[in-house]
């Protein structure tokens, strides 16, 4: 390996650990406990190191956003692989979504809440981003209805777990009625 080869590799391996950690310290105590000096403290490294890797703040919440996208899209496409019939992937589609969005609360709102710095919804928009939203189509564009454009209804469906999941989150609905919720939604959304 060449000395150029390794320098890439240790700056790649740098910056994924600096993405972990933010991560990991976000999901731990929020996103205003992620700053440049605990991040460096925990990984030991220097300030001026991380800035070498992300201009700030706003480049590691995108960073974590991109990695929770791709994570995002595996975890939906393995809860839809198994159900046979397309009710049923939509509803294990919601699930899982709603369940990643509740292990992972610091990477939904680093997809869905806060200023990462990332384009949506645009040519610009970065793959991994595409991709966790071609994991939902996949789905629910089975299903959409003759005359719906699968990514309109794509977008419905998922803007509605997104507010289940925001009003859960803030306590404005009681969480041990989801799965009434999720039922309720694919019945009357879907379909079939």
């Known amino acids: ?79 839809t692989a198994a159900p046979a019939c397309p009710r049923e ?22 997809l869905f809440q806060l200023d990462g710095g990332l384009a949506y919804a645009r040519e610009d928009t970065p793959e991994p981003l595409k991709d966790a939203f071609a994991a939902l189509l996949e789905t629910l564009g089975e299903v959409a209805g003759d005359g719906v454009e699968p990514a309109l209804f794509t977008e419905t469906f998922w803007a509605n777990l997104h507010g289940l999941v925001t009003l859960t989150r803030a306590g404005r609905l009681p969480p041990e009625e989801t799965g009434q919720r999720v ?7 879907v379909m079939a």
């Open 1 to 79: 390996m060449s000395v150029q080869e390794r320098k890439r590799r240790d700056r790649a391996e740098r910056e994924r650990l600096i993405v972990v950690t933010a991560r990991e310290l976000a999901e731990e105590r929020g996103w205003d406990a992620v700053t440049t000096r605990r991040l460096a403290e925990r990984i030991e490294y220097s300030q001026p190191v991380l800035y070498s890797h992300f201009r700030g703040k706003r480049e590691i919440i995108g960073a974590v956003a991109l990695e929770g996208a791709t994570d995002l899209a595996a975890t939906v496409r393995a809860a």
């Open 89 to 110: 992937r939509v509803a294990a589609l919601a699930r899982a979504y709603l369940d990643f969005a509740a292990r992972n609360p610091a990477v939904h709102d680093a």
């Open 183 to 189: 039922r309720l939604l694919v019945r009357r959304l």
